[in-house]
């Protein structure tokens, strides 16, 4: 099987079967995707796509999509400039940083966006504001462990 690229900067020395097993062993499709980048430098959102159904399964060019985003969030990869795809229309080049991350931040759209704070009050009717901050505390504790961040 010939890997077809439509465009890219750099090469690597690794055989299909290491590039294959190395994308194997990323723990998620963000890692998969990372992995094209760190591996070949610079590409499109259609390269990694390409790439993505020949050497690990097939994947939605959405989804590529969602792993672009994720890897420009963790300032992993950045815009380098377009080039002309098809019917002449720009596409846009994604490379690499360098020194890159090993971890990827989660950037999940179901991160709540507020927490309740409930009112607690002690014996006498008095709010309890030890007891609120404490269970405020485990409840931001859970929420930063949840989606690591």
């Known amino acids: 099987m010939a890997i077809q690229f439509k465009s890219y900067w750099k090469t690597t020395d690794l055989t299909e079967d290491q590039l294959r097993q190395s994308i194997k062993s990323c723990k998620t499709q963000d890692y998969r995707v990372y992995e094209l980048f760190k591996t070949f430098g610079t590409l499109t959102t259609d390269d990694a796509y390409v790439l993505y159904n020949e050497l690990y399964n097939d994947i939605l060019i959405t989804s590529i999509g969602r792993s672009r985003?994720?890897?420009?969030?963790?300032?992993?990869?950045?815009?380098?400039?377009?080039?002309?795809?098809?019917?002449?229309?720009?596409?846009?080049?994604?490379?690499?940083?360098?020194?890159?991350?090993?971890?990827?931040?989660?950037f999940n759209k179901e991160l709540p966006?507020?927490?309740?704070?409930?009112?607690?009050?002690?014996?006498?009717?008095?709010?309890?504001?030890?007891?609120?901050?404490?269970?405020?505390s485990e409840k931001l504790d859970f929420i930063i462990n949840k989606y690591n961040i």
């Open 113 to 136: 966006k507020s927490i309740s704070i409930d009112l607690i009050f002690d014996e006498e009717g008095n709010l309890d504001v030890d007891k609120m901050y404490e269970s405020t």
């Open 69 to 106: 985003n994720t890897l420009l969030k963790n300032e992993v990869i950045y815009e380098v400039g377009s080039i002309n795809g098809p019917n002449n229309r720009p596409v846009t080049l994604y490379t690499i940083v360098d020194n890159p991350p090993t971890e990827l931040k989660t």
